[in-house]
């Protein structure tokens, strides 16, 4: 069993960059796929927007691909979520999903989540 924590959250203006982390205990990453997905305020959770295999291969959603970039340290068994050009409309709560057969963009197939982390994107 894999237990996920993230970090990297705070709050940055518009423009900005932050690096969310997903560090794993308990198991390393090697063996799943980790997904990222958010909650903004007020709304539902939206599906996973950037996945890191594990098999190797990196995806990202349209919407926000050329701005946000996945990446995992295998000896950190942490998964990256480097988030540059901020918009007010990416402020949510940021979760990081594991599971070691799925790598899709339901987050509900994930065995695995993190509590999330918090993004404020303000002037």
């Known amino acids: 069993q894999v237990q996920l924590v993230e970090s990297g959250g705070g709050l940055v203006q518009p423009g900005g960059s932050l690096r969310l982390s997903c560090a794993a205990s308990?198991?390393?990453?090697?063996?799943?796929?980790v997904g990222w997905f958010r909650q903004a305020p007020g709304k539902e959770r939206e599906e996973v927007f950037c996945?890191?295999?594990?098999?190797?291969?990196?995806w990202c959603a349209d919407s926000v691909k050329g701005r946000f970039t996945i990446s995992r340290d295998k000896a950190k068994s942490t998964v990256y979520l480097q988030m540059n050009s901020l918009k007010p409309e990416d402020t949510a709560i940021y979760y990081c999903?594991?599971?070691?057969?799925?790598?899709?963009?339901?987050?509900?197939?994930?065995?695995?989540w993190g509590q999330g982390t918090q993004v404020t994107v303000s002037s």
């Open positions: 996945i890191s295999t594990n098999i190797g291969s990196t």
């Open positions: 999903a594991a599971d070691r057969y799925y790598s899709g963009i339901y987050y509900k197939e994930y065995d695995y």
């Open positions: 308990g198991s390393t990453l090697e063996s799943y796929s």
